[in-house]
């Protein structure tokens, strides 16, 4: 008796309780994850180290197809822009390296939860777990990455600047942007399993019309207050225009904060109705 009182006891101290309204588990799902902040952050160390098993070079693997990537787009691009290539280089580094991570985090979220699924059907972690787990796995590639800035930035003469305090700023932005993404993705994507291919369609056009390996400046006139209406464009700009000395213009930090505001307002109803329903679209 005394033991299967001890395990209710812990179970509720788990589980919410269900008196509590939807909306308060769901905050009170997202404030235990955060708390149990050693959960997710091994468990993303621990999906770099499964991919990597074995490889010699490991995650710099993709850091070398990126150097690849940046120079032979680099070189081509700035040939075919007529572009210098001493600044197109450093841009073209900067925007593709903040845009690994941008599309990573959305990639990676629609498999949350599935790939949870055998932690989700034995334990009661919070959802939220999950989806941190992604941050933290697509932040670890991106610190790997960007060491390739300096020796781009070196190599091509682009000075430190106090602008690259701002870049840490908008990472943060960046950050809550991917948590409230991916909550979304994740969701959805657990729920109706088409989604994840649409959702990397997606991701393939929206590289193509984002100014990641163009220039807004190479844009007619009437064209370029369209750019503000995509918010991978801004999400892009407010850390990679203070990494190369400028900062964004406050349109640009308005259209990125109207990004989490959207997000905010689709993810947590979303997540407040159908976050004890995801264990079983398992």
Not at 39 to 61: A, C, E, H, N, P
Not at 154 to 162: D, I, M, Q, T
Not at 170 to 186: D, E, K, N, R
């Amino acid at each position: 008796m005394e033991h299967a009182a001890s395990v209710s006891a812990a179970q509720a101290a788990v589980e919410p309780s269900s008196e509590r309204t939807a909306g308060e588990r769901a905050w009170l799902d997202v404030k235990q994850g955060f708390e149990n902040w050693r959960v997710w952050w091994l468990l993303g160390i621990g999906d770099i180290r499964q991919r990597y098993r074995r490889s010699k070079l490991g995650q710099f693997w993709i850091t070398l197809s990126i150097v690849i990537f940046i120079g032979a787009i680099g070189v081509v691009y700035s040939a075919l822009f007529k572009q210098p290539v001493e600044t197109y280089i450093p841009y073209l580094a900067t925007t593709y390296i903040v845009w690994t991570l941008l599309s990573g985090i959305i990639t990676d979220s629609a498999g949350a939860f599935v790939q949870a699924e055998g932690f989700l059907r034995q334990q009661a972690l919070p959802k939220s777990t999950f989806i941190l787990r992604v941050l933290v796995r697509n932040f670890l590639s991106f610190a790997h990455n960007i060491v390739v800035l300096p020796f781009v930035f070196l190599l091509f003469g682009v000075a430190p600047s106090w602008t690259w305090f701002a870049a840490l700023g908008g990472l943060i932005v960046v950050a809550l942007v991917g948590f409230l993404a991916a909550l979304i993705c994740a969701i959805l994507c657990t729920r109706f399993r088409d989604l994840p291919q649409i959702i990397q369609n997606v991701i393939q056009v929206a590289f193509f019309i984002s100014p990641i390996t163009w220039r807004v400046e190479l844009l007619d006139e009437p064209l370029r207050p369209w750019v503000v209406l995509n918010p991978f464009a801004a999400l892009l700009q407010i850390v990679s225009e203070p990494l190369l000395g400028r900062m964004p213009d406050p349109i640009t930090y308005t259209s990125a904060g109207l990004s989490v505001l959207v997000l905010a307002f689709v993810a947590w109803p979303l997540f407040s109705r159908f976050r004890q329903r995801i264990v079983y679209w398992l």
